[in-house]
Nanobody
């Protein structure tokens, strides 16, 4: 069974950094599309970063460009989201997502054709204090 388990969230002061981890099992993260979403209280879920596979294309939401970096450790089958210069608006539950359709994700990146993620983790809470 495919499983995604997030960790690394916590309480951090504004300006600080965190590295979120997503441990994948049941599939090879190197060959899957992987992404990160977040949902703040009272707000809609927002996609913040994704990659079409290890060494593949990456995408970032405008709100996080230059501060967030998605990466994959193939040996550990783990995906990371490095978050720098945290601010209160980054407070949210962060979810890891995965899907075997890497070409569909690349098509979304290029054209905006809707893409639906198949697998979701349970999330990890990030709270930024001002």
């Amino acid at each position: 069974d495919v499983q995604l388990v997030e960790s690394g969230g916590g309480l951090v002061q504004a300006g600080g950094s965190l590295r979120l981890s997503c441990a994948a099992s049941g599939f090879s993260a190197a060959n899957y599309a992987i992404g990160w979403f977040r949902q703040a209280p009272g707000k809609e879920r927002e996609e913040v970063a994704c990659t079409s596979g290890s060494g593949g294309a990456t995408w970032y939401a405008d709100s996080v460009k230059g501060r967030f970096t998605i990466s994959t450790d193939n040996a550990k089958n783990t995906v990371y989201l490095q978050i720098n210069s945290l601010g209160p608006l980054d407070t949210a539950v962060y979810f890891c997502v995965a899907d075997p359709d890497t070409w569909g994700l690349r098509l979304w990146m290029l054209t905006g054709i809707p893409y639906k993620w198949k697998y979701w983790g349970l999330g990890t809470q990030v709270t930024v204090s001002s």
